[in-house]
């Protein structure tokens, strides 16, 4: 029999003393009491435990709490979604916590909908544990464009919602809809939730969103944030992304869908290039070399398309792809010197480009 709660949280947590706190605390002082809160224990080794129990002890109402040995993100998740009995599911990081309205907000927002939402997008605000300074969060902005004089959309109304920022965190789910999509997140790895993120927006029929109010807090600089790291986790990468390319190939998505899912791969990869250590650097390049040969001359000619792009980002598509001059970003140093002389080639297009239009004029 389903919850008469609306809202399951869902926590999963590993080794997260320092933080553990501010997030369920954050849920204890919410304006609504209209959810629960299941806590996975993904293993921890520190007082995790210890804190999560006390607050099941003094608050049974709203906690419950799950051990499992160590499966990683993805697999705390997996648990999570297996004991999850109400209509809507949101899951919070516990390094993250929310704001004391969220849940009074979103019920607000759902009595007004027509129709039940697929997913809730909500407009997180980041918040750094060094500075403690907050700002809000990197698409923000494009979220409220997408819904401009519009109540809800989908990938067919605006295609480009698949270019938002892949993050599971920072979405409400109607858990009927989780269920029937079967979602199960991989196990061990890190970016887990990006082709579970794309598949769940490619299927929603109507995708709401809440960025108008405060609601989600997304920490950074912990310390101990895997996405934020420059070592072997940045080897996950390729293969959650071969995952979604994969599905989108069998599944015969739209070009235009495929090309925002490219752009996101795109961005990523642009990103752990600045980032990642040396020790790691070939291994990756080889990686996502074979994952960009498996995409196709028609999936890269939609992504010049469909997607506002610099040179240098097509330059860096075709760079994976080759056999052979892919090697050249398997070297840092390599990569310094390519970079400066395409700066150069790039000025003196410009000024030939100048001249041409001067004589044009004439």
């Known amino acids: 029999m389903e919850n008469k709660k609306l809202f399951t949280i869902v926590v999963p947590m590993y080794n997260v003393e320092c933080f553990l706190k501010d997030c369920l605390n954050s849920l204890v002082n919410q304006s609504s009491k209209n959810f629960c809160a299941i806590l996975i224990d993904d293993g921890s080794t520190d007082k995790t435990k210890e804190i999560a129990l006390s607050y099941v002890e003094q608050?049974?109402?709203?906690?419950?709490?799950?051990?499992?040995?160590?499966?990683?993100?993805?697999?705390?998740r997996n648990t999570g979604i297996d004991n999850i009995?109400?209509?809507?599911?949101?899951?919070?990081?516990?390094?993250?916590?929310?704001?004391?309205?969220?849940?009074?907000?979103?019920?607000?927002?759902?009595?007004?909908?027509?129709?039940?939402?697929d997913i809730i997008l909500t407009g997180p605000t980041i918040y750094n544990s060094i500075n403690k300074t907050y700002w809000p969060f990197y698409d923000n902005f494009e979220v409220n464009r997408i819904f401009a004089n519009k109540d809800f959309t989908n990938v067919s109304i605006n295609p480009e919602i698949l270019s938002l920022e892949a993050s599971f965190w920072r979405c409400i789910w109607r858990t009927e809809f989780l269920k029937a999509n079967n979602v199960r997140f991989m196990e061990h790895v890190a970016w887990e939730d990006v082709p579970v993120h794309f598949v769940l927006f490619h299927e929603a029929k109507r995708i709401i969103k809440l960025t108008d109010k405060l609601t989600f807090f997304y920490r950074i600089n912990t310390g101990g944030q895997i996405?934020?790291?420059?070592?072997?986790?940045?080897l996950d990468m390729p293969i959650v992304f071969k995952q979604i390319v994969d599905i989108m190939?069998?599944?015969?998505?739209?070009?235009?869908?495929?090309?925002?899912?490219?752009?996101?791969?795109?961005?990523?990869?642009?990103?752990?290039?600045?980032?990642?250590?040396?020790?790691?650097?070939?291994?990756?390049?080889?990686?996502?070399?074979?994952?960009?040969?498996?995409?196709?001359?028609?999936?890269?000619?939609?992504?010049?398309?469909?997607?506002?792009?610099?040179?240098?980002?097509?330059?860096?598509?075709?760079?994976?792809?080759?056999?052979?001059?892919?090697k050249i970003l398997a070297d840092r140093s390599k990569t310094i010197r390519f970079e400066k002389r395409y700066e150069k080639l790039k000025r003196k297009a410009k000024t030939a480009a100048k001249k041409i239009k001067h004589l044009f004029r004439k």
Do not use: C
């Not at 916590?97 to 979103?106: C, M, N, P, Q």
């Open 85 to 117: 009995d109400t209509k809507y599911s949101i899951f919070l990081d516990s390094d993250d916590f929310i704001a004391v309205r969220t849940i009074e907000y979103l019920e607000e927002l759902i009595s007004k909908q027509e129709e039940e939402p």
């Open 249 to 326: 190939k069998q599944q015969k998505w739209p070009m235009v869908e495929r090309a925002h899912v490219i752009n996101i791969l795109q961005k990523f990869v642009k990103w752990t290039m600045e980032v990642i250590s040396d020790e790691y650097r070939k291994e990756f390049v080889e990686s996502a070399h074979i994952l960009y040969k498996s995409l196709s001359k028609k999936e890269y000619k939609a992504y010049k398309k469909y997607i506002h792009t610099s040179f240098k980002l097509r330059m860096m598509f075709k760079l994976f792809r080759s056999n052979s001059k892919h």
């Open 59 to 76: 608050y049974p109402n709203i906690f419950k709490y799950i051990y499992q040995k160590n499966k990683g993100l993805g697999g705390a």
């Open 227 to 234: 996405t934020a790291g420059t070592g072997k986790s940045r």
